[in-house]
């Protein structure tokens, strides 16, 4: 079974300061990897994904994620935040090979923007 | 146009009740899932049905069942409620291998007294 580590469980940043948010996951095969947010009050919304091609993917909003297969890791970057993107921040891992998507989540990271 | 939809939104009951959530996607996805979100953020899958048949079926109390009339509604009924299954329910959708993400429905918080 596949598990995913977030290390941060709460940052909390100036705007305009740069964000980089970890998430390490550990399965032996190959993996479909996601970045979720949920703003206050609301339900996920997908960021970004990367399931093949190009490490690098951009998402919604300025982020950006890396897939570091080395590593484990697929760490979730924006160069500038803003007071807006507070919200809590998923990291999930889906294994490539299953029929059905099952998606383990991280415990999620809560990000706090200061204006 | 909504995708994902949930009702009700807010459940407020007693313990010891009974009471049902529904969930209805119009995406067309094969797919969908049950996760419940507790006070700590945290969220867990507990079911997961592909094209009507249960697929994921997590360590979940037997007083939850899904039911999944067609693929595209899954609703989950919950028997003998008690104070620890207070939580946000989110329903989910993708399509089958979930490449490309899951969309989630808005949250039912239900609320055990």
């Known amino acids: 079974a596949q598990s995913v580590s977030q290390h941060n469980h709460h940052v909390i940043l100036s705007e305009a300061a740069s964000l980089e948010l970890g998430c390490n996951y550990s399965?032996?095969?190959?993996?479909?990897l996601f970045w979720y947010v949920q703003y206050p009050g609301q339900h996920l919304q997908l960021l970004l994904k990367?399931?093949?091609?190009?490490?690098l993917v951009k998402g919604i909003k300025g982020f950006e994620a890396e897939f570091i297969k080395s590593k484990f890791s697929f760490n979730l970057r924006k160069p500038s935040v803003q007071w807006s993107d507070t919200a809590e921040y998923f990291c999930?891992?889906?294994?490539?090979?299953?029929?059905?998507?099952?998606?383990?989540f991280g415990d999620g990271t809560t990000l706090t923007v200061k204006p | 146009d909504t995708a994902v939809s949930q009702t009700p939104k807010y459940l407020v009951t007693q313990m010891g009740n009974d009471k049902s959530i529904k969930c209805e996607q119009n995406?067309?996805?094969?797919?969908m899932y049950w996760y419940k979100q507790d006070s700590k953020k945290f969220l867990k899958i507990m079911f997961s049905?592909?094209?009507?048949?249960?697929?994921i079926n997590e360590t979940v109390p037997n007083r939850f069942s899904p039911k999944s009339p067609d693929k595209a509604h899954l609703n989950l009924h919950i028997n003998s409620l008690e104070l620890g299954d207070s939580a946000v329910y989110f329903c989910?959708?993708?399509?089958?291998?979930?490449?490309?993400?899951?969309?989630f429905g808005p949250g039912t918080r239900l609320t055990v007294l």
């Open positions: 990367y399931f093949s091609g190009d490490p």
């Open positions: 995406l067309g996805h094969d797919t």
């Open positions: 999930a891992v889906t294994p490539s090979n299953t029929n059905a998507g099952k998606s383990t």
């Open positions: 989910a959708s993708s399509h089958t291998a979930g490449t490309g993400g899951q969309f």
């Open positions: 049905y592909n094209n009507k048949e249960l697929i």
């Open positions: 399965y032996g095969g190959t993996v479909n």
